[in-house]
């Protein structure tokens, strides 16, 4: 029985002692010089919102952010069968080189507008009903886009 009691014993005061530890911690990270503590990871940028270029009875169905420049929007007009891509800056200013490109693989068609723009690059159309897209925009060097993506059937390639 007296091995049991010092266990016991023994055992509450490695409880006393963590809880301790517990309630001091708290006072020790607020002692600590801010350098040592560990920061909070960083805010993602906003993203660019897409601002209509493509026109009416456009719709976004695809995205992909070009860091924290800007957004390239995918979009797709179910009364024409086009897609549009537009590339938006996150913040506009000085004219700087962008680009918004789309495109298909067979038969090898790529459209694309690239110049010095403040706000946005595009639109660009094309018909790919039926087809898989790759889509891209670029600011000042940086890239985003996606390869073969938002793939539409036609009713002749169902058979």
């Given at each position: 029985?007296?091995?049991?009691?010092?266990?016991?014993?023994?055992g509450a005061a490695v409880t006393a002692t963590a809880?301790?530890?517990?309630?001091?911690?708290?006072?020790?990270?607020?002692?600590?010089?801010?350098?040592?503590?560990?920061?909070?990871?960083?805010?993602?940028?906003?993203?660019?919102?897409?601002?209509?270029?493509?026109?009416?009875?456009?719709?976004?169905?695809?995205?992909?952010?070009?860091?924290?420049?800007?957004?390239?929007?995918?979009?797709?007009?179910?009364?024409?069968?086009?897609?549009?891509?537009?590339?938006?800056?996150?913040?506009?200013?000085?004219?700087?080189h962008m680009t918004a490109s789309l495109g298909f693989?067979?038969?090898?068609?790529?459209?694309?507008?690239?110049?010095?723009?403040?706000?946005?690059?595009?639109?660009?159309?094309?018909?790919?009903?039926?087809?898989?897209?790759?889509?891209?925009?670029?600011?000042?060097?940086?890239?985003?886009?996606?390869?073969?993506?938002?793939c539409g059937t036609l009713a002749t390639n169902q058979?």
């Amino acid at each position: 029985m007296t091995n049991i009691r010092r266990a016991s014993a023994i055992g509450a005061a490695v409880t006393a002692t963590a809880c301790a530890a517990i309630a001091l911690a708290p006072a020790a990270v607020a002692a600590e010089p801010t350098a040592q503590r560990a920061t909070a990871a960083p805010k993602a940028a906003a993203a660019a919102t897409y601002n209509g270029a493509c026109g009416g009875g456009y719709s976004v169905v695809n995205s992909a952010q070009i860091g924290t420049k800007g957004t390239v929007f995918l979009t797709y007009s179910s009364a024409t069968g086009k897609n549009c891509v537009v590339t938006v800056r996150t913040t506009p200013g000085k004219a700087v080189h962008m680009t918004a490109s789309l495109g298909f693989a067979s038969p090898t068609t790529t459209v694309s507008d690239t110049g010095y723009y403040t706000t946005y690059a595009g639109p660009v159309y094309l018909d790919a009903r039926g087809l898989c897209v790759t889509w891209r925009g670029e600011i000042s060097g940086e890239v985003a886009g996606k390869n073969g993506t938002n793939c539409g059937t036609l009713a002749t390639n169902q058979r």
